[in-house]
């Protein structure tokens, strides 16, 4: 088993990974933008499987992502099948939270498609998102006072800069971890995943307050972590 690195386990690892990335309009809509005719280079049938059937990594698409959108960063990526051709979709975010997409071509790493940036601002005139991201963090800072709020406030900031901040090796490697673990997090019982939860309450309050510097320096001891 490998060995978790101080105390940043694979719960507070796919809670950064979440909250830096799930939580975002980017993917919010993640399956429902309508992309364009696209003319790829591996063809995928209804219901094949395609995992094993890539020419490029995660890290060859997300380096193609970044050269396509060289004032963003790509934070999340999965292969997937659009139009019946087997891409990477990734996901760029600024540094003023405007998001948006890149298409890449599995069989050649070529890019496909680039999304217009959608911005963090314009998102919030989605009533669905913004009523459950509103209720989210009602129920997050209760109880808080305006200067705690704002002071959890920066540390979010913080924690999603230090995701950021990582390599692009790195941030690929804690993707690819993140699904395995949502793999097996899909098939714990609802005790279990209660039982995980409380867990991971309790290491947020731990990795929250560390400095920018700490917090990533915890992610890049964990991607060693996992390498050994």
Same mark, same amino acid.
């Given at each position: 088993?490998?060995q978790i690195v101080?105390?940043? &386990?694979?719960?507070?690892?796919?809670?950064?990974?979440?909250?830096?990335?799930?939580?975002?309009?980017?993917?919010?809509d993640w399956d429902? &933008?309508?992309?364009?005719?696209?003319?790829?280079?591996?063809?995928?049938? /209804?219901?094949? /499987?395609?995992?094993?059937?890539?020419?490029?990594?995660? #890290?060859?698409?997300?380096?193609?992502?970044?050269?396509? #959108?060289? @004032?963003?960063?790509?934070?999340?990526?999965?292969?997937?099948?659009?139009?019946?051709?087997?891409?990477?979709?990734?996901? =760029? =975010?600024?540094? @003023?939270?405007?998001?948006?997409?890149?298409?890449?071509?599995?069989?050649?790493?070529?890019?496909?498609?680039?999304? /217009?940036?959608?911005?963090? /601002?314009?998102?919030?005139?989605?009533?669905?998102? @913004?009523?459950?991201?509103?209720? +989210?963090?009602?129920?997050?800072?209760?109880?808080? &006072?305006?200067?705690? #709020?704002?002071?959890?406030?920066?540390?979010?900031?913080?924690?999603?800069?230090?995701?950021?901040?990582?390599?692009?090796?790195?941030?690929?490697? =804690?993707?690819?971890?993140?699904?395995? =673990?949502?793999?097996?997090?899909? &098939?714990?019982?609802?005790?279990?995943?209660?039982?995980?939860?409380?867990?991971?309450?309790?290491?947020?309050?731990?990795?929250?307050?560390?400095?920018?510097?700490?917090?990533?320096?915890?992610?890049?001891?964990? #991607?060693?972590?996992? +390498?050994?």
């Amino acid at each position: 088993m490998r060995q978790i690195v101080g105390k940043l &386990t694979a719960l507070v690892l796919i809670s950064i990974l979440v909250s830096s990335v799930a939580a975002t309009p980017a993917f919010a809509d993640w399956d429902k &933008t309508k992309y364009p005719a696209i003319q790829g280079t591996i063809s995928i049938e /209804d219901g094949q /499987d395609f995992r094993e059937l890539s020419n490029i990594s995660l #890290v060859d698409a997300m380096s193609t992502a970044e050269e396509a #959108v060289p @004032d963003s960063k790509a934070i999340y990526g999965k292969l997937t099948v659009i139009n019946g051709y087997l891409v990477y979709k990734i996901v =760029m =975010m600024d540094d @003023d939270r405007g998001h948006n997409k890149v298409l890449v071509d599995a069989g050649t790493g070529e890019q496909l498609y680039v999304s /217009d940036v959608v911005s963090k /601002d314009s998102y919030k005139n989605k009533r669905s998102y @913004d009523k459950k991201h509103n209720k +989210k963090m009602k129920d997050y800072f209760k109880g808080m &006072t305006p200067e705690e #709020v704002a002071e959890k406030k920066k540390q979010f900031k913080e924690m999603g800069d230090a995701w950021k901040s990582l390599s692009i090796q790195d941030r690929a490697a =804690m993707i690819i971890h993140f699904m395995q =673990m949502k793999m097996q997090w899909d &098939t714990m019982s609802d005790e279990q995943k209660d039982l995980k939860k409380q867990e991971m309450k309790e290491q947020w309050k731990e990795f929250l307050p560390l400095t920018p510097e700490e917090k990533k320096q915890k992610l890049e001891d964990y #991607v060693k972590s996992l +390498k050994n």
